[in-house]
C-alpha cells in the first residue's frame, strides 16, 4: 500500500536553529512518524528573523533530502501562489500540515486553495500559540485585520485546527470562531534527550552562589528585562546570568543591555547568542537553575530541555508547566508580584546542594516521565488518521 504523503509549510527548518521552538513541531513531527508517512517541507531558505543571509549547505528552488524529509527552500521569488500551486500539484499531497496562522509561507498556501482542485487537499493549522490573547496583543491591529480578512475569504474553510491543549484549544475557538474542528494534540517532543545523562555533570551548588540560564529569542514577550529588574534588588551572593538566543528585537535588546549594565557588583551577565541545539543542552547542564519570565507561553520546547538537563524551572505561571510545582521541579511566579520572584531568586542563591540534588533530580524524572508518556504521540496519530480521512 502507498504510504500517504504529508506536505508541511513553515517559516523555517533544519539546519536552521535560531527561530525557537516552532521548527522543533515539525521536527518532531517528522522524527516520529516518518515511518509512517512520507513528508515534504516547504519553507524559507535562511535561518530566522535574525539571520537573512541564504544557507550555503543546501539548494535554493530545489528539493534537498533532509534526514527521512525531502524539504524544498524558498526564495524570495518562490513565496507566491503560482510557485505554490506548482509544487502542490508536483507532490500531489495527501494532507497540508500549516506550522503558523501568521507566516507568509502559510497564508500563501491558503491564497492557493481558491484553486478547486487545491481546495480538496485536508489541512491542518496548527498555530503554535500565535492565537493566544497574550500574544495577539503584540502588533494587535496587524493580525486582527488579517484574521477579519482570512474569514471574509474563507482561508479557513474545511480545515482542522491543532491545539496543543485545552487552554489553547478555547483561544482559537475564541480568535477564529466557534464553529470550527479542533483537536488536541500537544507538541511533540523529541524520543530523548541527553540519554546518557549524569548528574555528575551539573555544578556543585554552594550556599550564596548561583548560576542561571536564560535560554530564548531575545524579544519582549520572552520579558528578559523583567528578570533584569528583579535581578538589581539581589546584592547578596555571587549571581551569574548567562543569556542564550539570537537578538530578533534589536530596540528591546538596548533596553535590556542597559538594564543589565546597572546591576550590582555581584551578578556577571554572560551573553552568548544563538547557539545550536547540543550546545544550548551543553549550557543547560552546566547551570543549576532555568530562569524565564516568559508573558506567554504555548508549549516551550525549552521547558523540557531544561528539565532534563537537570535544571528546576523559575518561570512565569503563563505557562502549560504548572505541574513542577506539584513535582518540586521549579517555580511559577506571578509576573505581577515582583517581590515574589526576587524571594524566588534569593531562595535559589541560599539553596544548598543537599536541596539542590533534589530538585535537580526531580526536574529529570519529571522531563523523562513527559518523555515516555505514550499518549502525547498517540494524539498527534489521530489528527493526522482524521486528516487523512477528507
Not at 133 to 153: E, H, N, P, S, V
Not at 279 to 303: C, D, K
Request: hydrophobic fraction near 40%; include cysteine; charged fraction near 25%.
Amino acid at each position: 500500500m502507498q504510504r500517504k504523503k504529508i506536505m508541511v509549510f513553515c517559516d523555517y527548518y533544519l539546519p536552521g536553529f535560531k527561530s525557537g521552538g516552532g521548527m522543533w513541531t515539525v521536527v518532531n513531527l517528522i522524527d516520529r512518524f516518518h515511518d509512517r508517512f512520507d513528508f515534504y517541507v516547504v519553507t524559507r531558505n535562511h535561518d530566522g528573523k535574525a539571520d537573512r543571509k541564504p544557507y550555503d549547505q543546501v539548494k535554493t528552488g530545489e528539493w534537498n533530502a533532509v534526514g527521512p524529509a525531502r524539504v524544498f527552500y524558498l526564495g524570495p521569488k518562490h513565496l507566491n501562489v503560482r510557485s505554490f500551486s506548482k509544487l502542490i500539484k508536483e507532490i500531489k499531497p495527501d494532507i497540508v500540515f500549516l506550522n503558523s496562522v501568521f507566516s507568509r509561507p502559510s497564508i500563501t498556501f491558503l491564497r492557493s486553495r481558491k484553486n478547486p482542485e487545491l481546495s480538496r487537499i485536508p489541512v491542518i493549522v496548527s498555530p503554535c500559540g500565535e492565537l493566544s490573547g497574550a500574544t495577539l496583543k503584540f502588533k494587535a491591529a496587524k493580525k486582527r485585520a488579517f484574521l477579519i480578512y482570512a474569514k471574509l475569504a474563507g482561508l479557513y474553510r474545511n480545515v482542522i485546527w491543532r491545539a496543543s491543549f485545552e487552554i489553547d484549544a478555547q483561544e482559537i475557538r475564541d480568535a477564529i470562531g466557534e464553529n470550527i474542528e479542533v483537536i488536541c494534540a500537544p507538541d511533540l517532543p523529541p524520543n530523548g534527550i541527553l540519554p546518557d545523562f549524569s548528574f555528575s555533570n551539573k555544578p556543585t551548588k554552594r550556599r550564596g552562589s548561583v548560576r542561571f540560564v536564560f535560554v530564548s529569542r531575545l524579544v519582549r514577550k520572552k520579558n528578559l528585562h523583567y528578570l533584569l529588574e528583579r535581578l538589581s534588588s539581589c546584592t547578596d551572593g555571587e549571581i551569574v546570568l548567562d543569556i542564550v538566543g539570537p537578538i530578533e528585537d534589536k530596540e528591546y535588546w538596548k533596553e535590556c543591555e542597559a538594564a543589565a549594565k546597572t546591576l550590582p557588583g555581584n551578578i556577571t551577565v554572560s551573553v552568548a547568542g544563538a547557539m545550536r541545539y547540543e550546545e544550548i543542552l551543553e549550557r543547560m547542564e552546566s547551570a543549576h537553575f532555568f530562569v524565564l519570565p516568559t508573558l506567554t507561553e504555548n508549549f516551550g520546547y525549552v521547558f523540557i530541555e531544561a528539565l532534563a538537563c537537570g535544571c528546576p524551572l523559575l518561570i512565569s505561571d503563563r505557562t502549560v508547566w504548572g505541574a513542577i510545582v506539584e513535582k518540586g521541579s521549579g517555580w511559577t511566579v506571578p509576573i505581577e508580584d515582583p517581590p515574589a520572584w526576587t524571594r524566588a531568586i534569593k531562595e535559589c542563591v541560599e539553596m544548598d546542594q543537599e536541596q539542590f540534588s533534589q530538585m535537580a533530580d526531580a526536574a529529570r524524572e519529571h522531563a523523562l516521565e513527559w518523555l515516555a508518556d505514550p499518549s502525547i504521540e498517540a494524539a498527534t496519530a489521530t489528527l493526522l488518521e482524521r486528516a487523512s480521512r477528507n
